[in-house]
């Protein structure tokens, strides 16, 4: 049997490779774990937000103003897109833990293809709550300066940006769920001044 020394598995360019792909695979883990521990980091003051368009499943065409009056995470994304793959199903547990007339996930996919490779994507993969949206154009995320994927915006009931994050996270984490749970529950603001008698 022949004994190593440290240097003499260097002096191997297939061992230095190993070692190298070693690396790779630890840093790569590293870095996931980050991504999963990501949290939605709020504005100390909310942020105007563009007005975009993009369509819904049917086709009809919408804006961020449809959904005034509810608390929005606006996640962009798309089919191509890894980290957004393996993220869509915790957005899709989010909706069915917080969805309703208060909140909803607004999952906006950038997909240059269309409506189909989104259908086909949440079908391949069980998202069942999540609506359909699409900009195959690209306009929203130039407008909103989302220059990665996946990035989600929190966006509270009137209209304005109170958070965003860029990357990928565990949206129904009981930390995030707590966090939305919270911008719910806050009061409304208006924007217009109240009336003295």
Known sequence: MTHLRP?????????AIAVLMLALVLSTGARMAEARSLVLQLHEIPQ?????RFTDGEGHGLGLEDFRGKVVLLNLWATWCVPCRQEMPTLDRLQTKLG????????????????DPVRRFYAEIGIVKLALYLDSSGKAARDLGVYGLP?????????????????????????????IARAIAAPATSNSKEKTP
Not at 48 to 52: E, S
């Open 48 to 52: 105007p937000v563009p007005a975009i």
């Open 151 to 179: 990035t989600s915006l929190l966006i509270g009931r009137d209209g304005t940006e109170l958070g965003r994050l860029i990357g990928q996270s565990e949206w129904d984490s009981a930390e995030i769920v707590a966090l």
């Open 7 to 15: 240097n003499d598995l260097l002096a191997s360019p297939w061992a």
């Open 100 to 115: 309703g007339p208060d909140f909803e996930v607004v999952a906006l996919s950038i997909d240059r293809a269309g409506m």
